[in-house]
């Protein structure tokens, strides 16, 4: 599976947005960009997709580079709330079921009041 | 809606005894996925089924794990002989079937293993 790279840790101020990088240098060109974040004390959390096109919904969007060998997950306005483990995953697409997470250390966010 | 449950939440047993932990996946979804979650570090996967069918093992660190899922839905994950390194969460996850790879995967709170 093509690896990701993410920082271990980041700060931010509430209600100030949030760029976490991720890089992924060797992904393939049928590779999804994952991202997932994980509450203390909870399983982890789906936050959003993409492939080429950059992804909005509700929780966060997602800026994907134009070679897609990095991306960026962007939370508008932090709230103390969004503290977590955020993991970048990349999924092959796949024609069968069975396409298992392969998750790495993540970036631990921390929010200021 | 309901999402997916786990139990129990919290598991203390001594070394050397089996257990048993359990995975209430969401209605109608036919991917199961149990993962192993060190203190620390991401989940890492152990086991897949398709409805009843287990498809994928190949994270399964012993074969003292093993995975059940007899009619489909709820699963079971067994652990016999434990031993202190098997303390961990241990996560379940649904998705509906993932053609494409790409349906998200629904967590539950997993269940806290600790081997005394």
């Known amino acids: 599976d093509a690896k990701t790279t993410q920082p271990n840790s980041m700060e931010s101020n509430e209600e100030e947005p949030v760029h976490l990088p991720c890089n992924h240098s060797?992904?393939?060109?049928?590779?999804?960009i994952h991202w997932y974040r994980q509450l203390p004390s909870q399983g982890p959390e789906y936050v959003i997709h993409?492939?080429?096109s950059n992804v909005n919904n509700r929780m966060a969007s997602l800026a994907i580079a134009e070679d897609r060998k990095s991306s960026t997950l962007i939370l508008h306005r932090a709230t103390l709330r969004d503290a977590a483990v955020y993991y970048c995953?990349?999924?092959?697409?796949?024609?069968?079921?069975?396409?298992?997470?392969?998750f790495g250390g993540g970036t631990r966010l921390m929010v200021k009041p | 809606g309901a999402g997916v449950s786990q139990s129990p939440r919290y598991k203390v047993a001594k070394r050397g005894q089996d257990v048993a932990l359990r995975c209430d996946p969401i209605?109608?979804?036919?991917?199961l996925f149990w993962y192993q979650q060190a203190l620390g570090q991401g989940p890492e996967f152990l086991t897949y089924?398709?409805?009843?069918?287990?498809?994928?093992k190949s994270g399964l660190p012993s074969d003292r794990f093993f995975a059940e899922r007899p009619e489909g839905s709820v699963s079971t994950l067994k652990i016999q002989r434990t031993q202190q390194e098997d303390s961990a969460v241990y996560l379940c996850?649904?998705?509906?079937?993932?053609?494409?790879?790409?349906?998200?995967?629904?967590f539950g709170d997993g269940t806290r293993l600790s081997i005394l």
């Open positions: 996850a649904s998705s509906l079937v993932t053609r494409g790879g790409n349906q998200p995967q629904h």
């Open positions: 060797t992904i393939s060109g049928t590779d999804y």
């Open positions: 993409g492939l080429t």
């Open positions: 995953i990349l999924r092959g697409s796949l024609n069968n079921a069975g396409n298992m997470l392969t």
């Open positions: 209605s109608g979804h036919v991917s």
């Open positions: 089924f398709q409805n009843e069918a287990q498809l994928d």
